[in-house]
């Protein structure tokens, strides 16, 4: 009794390498027939399809075959259970699970290390590979690199498809960031903040807050009444929170249930009376 199976690649060697990798079968025993060569598309960019074969199976290597395609499924049905919890933990998704409300004070939320961490850690190692196999799946031609601070851990993402990995508001970034954070702090003993970024989004982004919060800071304090910046997420709560932090005049605060919350800057009714009394003076005047 024969059987077939079909595999893909970049091109037909990848296609007959991955079914040598998944089969424990030498390349050049593979008996296969190619159903589509593939195709680069446009530049490479647009259009582009893999090649796919059809491998052959003889009596002879079917009961092997067969314990290791058994055996693959379960690791792939467990890979696929728990990937999917964390993706549902997420993106706040799942349905039998509540929604978790974040602290009030956002800049309390990571409670980190002082000292440099090890990226050639086993921890820090392991969330690289499952970072570069998540944005595999994303976009292509990418790579990552880490960097390491007190406390912290930046994986940087060069390459592919930025506006995907990013998405909206930067909702992708926030997704695949939680995923790893995860990864690395599993087994962690005491937690390390993780960062991942894109082409420079995290810093670019960071500088607009900064902006944006001085802005509406000014504004509250000029008209006495609240200012709010709509369903941001929890990383950029906490730098809203930190850049007004010194300011004595106003005080910030998250409103709402869920992991995009809104974040409303205050007048401090103190400040704003004695500024009012002071305009008052010299308008008399």
Do not use: W
């Not at 997420?90 to 978790?100: S, Y």
């Amino acid at each position: 009794m024969k059987s077939n199976l079909e595999f893909e690649g970049k091109n037909v060697k990848i296609a007959i390498n991955a079914a040598s990798e998944e089969l424990n079968i030498p390349p050049s025993e593979i008996k296969y027939d190619i159903i589509s060569n593939g195709s680069s598309g446009i530049f490479g960019l647009v259009g582009a399809k893999k090649a796919k074969i059809r491998v052959h199976l003889s009596d002879s290597n079917n009961n092997n075959v067969r314990n290791h395609i058994s055996k693959m499924d379960r690791v792939r049905s467990f890979e696929e259970n728990n990937v999917k919890t964390l993706v549902d933990e997420a993106f706040r998704q799942a349905p039998d699970r509540p929604t978790i409300v974040p602290p009030k004070h956002d800049e309390l939320l990571e409670t980190v290390l002082d000292a440099p961490v090890d990226i050639a850690s086993e921890s820090i190692q392991a969330g690289k590979k499952a970072l570069q196999k998540i944005i595999d799946f994303i976009t292509e031609e990418t790579s990552v690199s880490v960097e390491a601070g007190p406390g912290l851990v930046l994986f940087n993402v060069i390459g592919g498809n930025s506006g995907v990995l990013i998405g909206k508001k930067g909702q992708n970034l926030e997704a695949i960031q939680y995923l790893i954070d995860k990864i690395v702090n599993k087994n962690s003993d005491k937690r390390v903040r993780i960062q991942v970024d894109v082409e420079g989004y995290l810093k670019t982004r960071k500088e607009n807050l900064v902006k944006l919060a001085g802005r509406l800071a000014e504004k509250t304090k000029r008209t006495g009444r609240p200012s709010t910046i709509g369903q941001i997420s929890a990383q950029d709560r906490r730098t809203v929170h930190l850049t007004l932090k010194a300011d004595k005049e106003v005080r910030t605060q998250s409103i709402g249930d869920g992991y995009y919350r809104k974040l409303v800057i205050f007048p401090k009714k103190s400040n704003y009376r004695k500024k009012k009394h002071k305009d008052n003076v010299i308008a008399v005047k």
